[in-house]
Antibody, heavy 122, light 110 residues
Framework: EVQLVESGGGLVQPGGSLRLSCAASGFTFSSYWMHWVRQAPGKGLVWVSRINSDGSSTSYADSVKGRFTISRDNAKNTLYLQMNSLRAEDTAVYYC???????????????WGKGTTVTVSS | QSALTQPASVSGSPGQSITISCTGTSSDVGSYNLVSWYQQHPGKAPKLMIYEVSKRPSGVSNRFSGSKSGNTASLTISGLQAEDEADYYCCSYAGSSTFGFGGGTKLTVL
């Protein structure tokens, strides 16, 4: 079964750091581009970041650029999101998602995890 | 990176058809046939319903269809069913490996 499982969320103070993980199973992780998408409480989906299949190319939303870093370990089938200088407005459920085509780019997200909750508050 | 514009809510009766619009700009929706749509039930993860403007993934009902004209994409759901009640989000590629989502539309089946 194709599956993505996020972990690492929690309560952190403003200015703090957190690293999210997304464990992939049921497919060849190293063949797919991956994304992080977040959803603040009661709000809509917001794209956060994207990484290519070998980790050599990354992109970010302006709101997190310079503070968040996406990375992956293909040997461990795991995607990461390092979040630094956290702000209250970063409070959200963070989803990892697979881009839809192996060995290429497809610009849509076909598999999603259930999300992990990050709360930034003092 | 601006959010795409969707109506906050739409509603319809069982068996009817509804259309949800998603308006972007010439830098995103208007430039690429790379609009996707996602359904999200409360407390659940999003589910891909339409990709590349009008293509349906395997397993998605053919009651769901997508289209695009200029800077506006649309999702149409025909033969509304109770289980279609959910939030729907559009997403477009915006160039330079970035993406934008719409603000979401709450669909109520009356």
């Amino acid at each position: 079964e194709v599956q993505l499982v996020e972990s690492g969320g929690g309560l952190v103070q403003p200015g703090g750091s957190l690293r999210l993980s997304c464990a992939a199973s049921g497919f060849t992780f190293s063949s797919y581009w991956m994304h992080w998408v977040r959803q603040a409480p009661g709000k809509g989906l917001v794209w956060v970041s994207r990484i290519n299949s070998d980790g050599s190319s990354t992109s970010y939303a302006d709101s997190v650029k310079g503070r968040f870093t996406i990375s992956r370990d293909n040997a461990k089938n795991t995607l990461y999101l390092q979040m630094n200088s956290l702000r209250a407005e970063d409070t959200a459920v963070y989803y990892c998602a697979r881009e839809g085509m192996a060995m290429g780019t497809s610009y849509y997200m076909d598999v999603w995890g259930k999300g992990t909750t990050v709360t930034v508050s003092s | 990176q601006s959010a795409l514009t969707q109506p906050a809510s739409v509603s319809g009766s069982p068996g009817q058809s509804i259309t949800i619009s998603c308006t972007g700009t010439s830098s995103d929706v208007g430039s690429y046939n790379l609009v996707s749509w996602y359904q999200q039930h409360p407390g659940k993860a999003p589910k891909l319903m339409i990709y590349e403007v009008s293509k349906r993934p395997s397993g998605v009902s053919n009651r769901f269809s997508g289209s695009k004209s200029g800077n506006t994409a649309s999702l149409t759901i025909s033969g509304l069913q109770a289980e279609d009640e959910a939030d729907y989000y559009c997403c477009s590629y915006a160039g330079s490996s970035t993406f934008g989502f719409g603000g979401g539309t709450k669909l109520t089946v009356l």
